[in-house]
């Protein structure tokens, strides 16, 4: 997958492509609709499959305050796109600049003009340009002035539940990650390098591959049973575990991060970039009284993880 980074500078090579357009946070089943749109689109075009986003994602520049959000990271989403065959990721930089063009500016520079994209396919409730002034009709009446298609996809419900970021960010608050699975089409995964921690799991039995979760929305805080991929290095391949997401309370920790443990696992992984996908919520985060306490309930987390994981 090839990765364009401004709208100003693209070759002929990635020019008159069919794309989707949106943020993709967490490329769920909704998105997953307009991504085979596009595919089926440029299937009969004989173009190349594109999707357009935006980095970093616009409400973090339009509402900086309003916290960690995503329910993944850059580097995330596009590898779930790459997985499921998007040749041209047109990950915009979403700056003042761009922000600040009108509908019709969007449409004729960005769309038209920049990318030379023959066809584009949203959902039905996607907003575009300055103050998210234009909506589909309007973007479906400036492809037939400038010569391209247009398709809008219709939302995706499940269960009575219309799909959405925050309904999935919400079934994560609240420690149901296969509901969010459900939503998503997959594992919610979290991704990134693993870090250097307090090496407190070593001395416990239990050494950990430590993650940030800078920037991230936090699921629910407590232990979860989890499948891992590794996705780089000399231990490159598949694993299960279980991982304690949250602030450590019997360490006091102050900043929450993602602790996994990877059964049947030797080696070292830092530097590593790890991919931790959430199956089931085991408990909440705990102080026990002593280390053997926790080492006592730590064997038993493990324990039920194997089950879970086995029958999964």
Known sequence: ???????????????GAVAAIGNFDGVHIGHRLVIDLARAEAARLGAPLGLITFEPHPRQLFAPASGDFRLTNAAAR????????????????????????????????????????????????????????????????????????????????????????????????????RD?????????????????????????????????????HKPKYGVYAVLVDVLDGPHKGSYQGAASLG?????????PNLETFLFDFRGDLYGSEISVA??????????????????AQMDRDCAQSRDILNAT
């Open 247 to 255: 602030m450590r309370p019997m360490f006091d920790g102050q900043e």
């Open 78 to 177: 596009a590898h779930r796109l790459e997985k499921i065959g998007v040749e041209i990721l047109y990950e915009l930089n979403f700056n003042p600049a761009l922000a600040s063009l009108s509908p019709a500016d969007f449409a004729d520079k960005v769309l038209r003009g920049g990318l030379g994209l023959r066809h584009v396919i949203v959902g039905a409730d996607f907003h575009f340009g300055k103050g998210r002034a234009g909506g589909v009709e309007d973007l479906k009446r400036f492809g037939a002035e400038m010569g391209f298609g247009v398709t809008i996809a219709p939302l995706v419900e499940t269960d009575s539940q219309e799909v959405s970021s925050t309904a999935i960010r919400c079934a994560l608050s609240e420690g149901r990650p």
């Open 180 to 216: 969010a699975a459900d939503m998503l089409g997959h594992w919610h995964r979290i991704e990134g390098l693993v870090i250097r921690g307090d090496q407190r799991g070593r001395d416990l039995g239990y050494p950990t591959a430590n993650m940030s979760l800078k920037s991230l």
């Open 278 to 295: 959430l199956v089931d919520y085991l408990r909440p985060e705990e102080k026990f009284d002593s280390l053997e306490a926790l080492i």
């Open 1 to 15: 997958m090839r990765i364009v980074r401004d709208y100003q500078f693209v070759t002929d090579r990635d020019r």
